[in-house]
Each structure stands twice: as C-alpha cells, then as structure tokens.
C-alpha cells in the first residue's frame, strides 16, 4: 500500500469554523490531488498539486484553499465551512503524469453543522 | 456535463457467476482508462487499466475491454465472489494520462454467496 495518511480521520464543525486537512505521504510523488466524494456525484477533484508550492484547481474548487510547503504535505483549508461542505475528502498521489495511477488515502470524514 | 457516465447505480450478482460493469464516456480525446475499487470508510484502490492502443487488458479474474467506436468499457469480473461487493469507480484521462482524471459516479456491487 502506498504511504499516505490523513489528518484527522474524522471531524465535526460548525459552519462559518476554519477547517484544515492534511495529506501526508512517505512515496515522495510529484502529484497530489484532494477529492470529495458525494452520493451521487463520484469522485470530484478540488485541488491538485505538481510540486512544491505549484497548486492549481480542479472543477470544485470554490470555498477551499490549498497549500504545499514540503514534497510530502498537503493541506486542504476550507476557510469558514459551510454545510455543503460535508463530505468524505480523499488525498490521492501520483508518481508521474496527472492521469497515471493514483492512490487514495483512507479518507477523512468532515461534518459541518 | 458528465463526461464519464456509469449509468446503473447497482449490480447484484451470485458468488461464481460474472459480474460486468459499464462505462460510457463522451470525450473522444480520452485515451486512457482505469477502474477503481472501494470499500466502505477506505480510499479508493486501484484495480486494473487499459490505454486507447489496446481493446482488452487482463489481470487475473478482471479484465476490461473497450470499445472505442462506442466509447464505451466494461470491468468483467470471472468468477466473482463476495470479497469483490464493493463501489466500483470508472476514471479516464487524455494526452497519454497527461491530464487530469475525470471518474464517473460509482456503481455498487453486491456479490451475494
């Protein structure tokens, strides 16, 4: 299994609270992605990353934030939650090009009140 | 506009029997195709993946064929068994993988014993 972990595994908020998720990974990838998966709507890319503070946005990328200071980490900042925010997030990795195999993490349950 | 399209929510089938899941695409620029399995409170996990240059791509019980003309895969699944009751998720990509991953909405297989 691929290395990656994410922080917390489980959380609940208020809406209008600052949220951060982290995304650790110990494979050294180039890519990391964060996705939010929905009933209904699959897996949906907010943001990606291609290295070390180059990050770009996927199809929902409104109301969140992204950063990446290291090759390992990456943070998903929901600036003042809002309910529609309530999801499952997963990280993913890829070692090459941003269509090559990716690996997910275990995912990281986010409730906002 | 929904550019991965996994049309029947759910499949249920009996342990030894064939399971065959479906994907439609509508962007003739894909050329790279993958499945995903996931479990429930996991990350997705990759299972198997074909390039456009091919029509058949084999790993074991798993195979999946496309059809380009019909811009359309299937995840065939000989025999099936209960290990494999799972989300299945249909993803694809374009310029050799080069771009982002688009997935389809997951289709729930049960594998009843």
């Known amino acids: 299994d691929a290395g990656i972990t994410q922080s917390p595994r489980h959380k609940v908020t208020e809406t209008g609270t600052p949220v951060t998720l982290r995304c650790h990974q110990t494979?050294?990838?180039?890519?990391m992605y964060w996705y939010r998966q929905d009933p209904g709507h699959g897996l949906r890319l907010i943001h990606y990353?291609?290295?070390?503070?180059?990050?770009d946005k996927g199809e929902v990328s409104d109301g969140y934030s992204v950063s990446r200071s290291k090759t390992e980490d990456f943070l998903l900042t929901l600036e003042s939650a809002t309910s529609s925010q309530t999801s499952v997030y997963f990280c993913?990795?890829?070692?090459?090009?941003?269509?090559?195999?990716?690996?997910f993490g275990p995912g990281t349950r986010l409730t906002v009140l | 506009d929904q550019q991965v399209k996994q049309n029947s929510p759910s499949l249920s089938v009996q342990e030894g029997r064939i399971s065959i899941l479906n994907c439609d695409y509508t962007?003739?620029?894909?050329?790279?195709f993958l499945w995903y399995k996931k479990y429930p409170a996991e990350g997705p996990t990759f299972l198997i993946s074909?390039?456009?240059?091919?029509d058949k791509n084999e790993d074991g019980r798993f195979t999946v064929f496309l059809n380009k003309s019909a811009k359309h895969l299937s995840l065939h699944i000989v025999p099936s068994q209960p290990g494999d009751s799972a989300v299945y998720f249909c993803a694809a990509s374009s310029q050799g993988g080069s771009e982002k991953l688009v997935f389809g909405k997951g289709m729930k297989l049960t594998v009843n014993p």
């Open positions: 494979e050294n990838h180039r890519y």
């Open positions: 074909i390039s456009s240059i091919k």
């Open positions: 962007n003739s620029m894909f050329d790279y």
């Open positions: 993913a990795i890829s070692r090459g090009l941003m269509g090559d195999t990716q690996y």
């Open positions: 990353s291609y290295g070390v503070k180059d990050t």
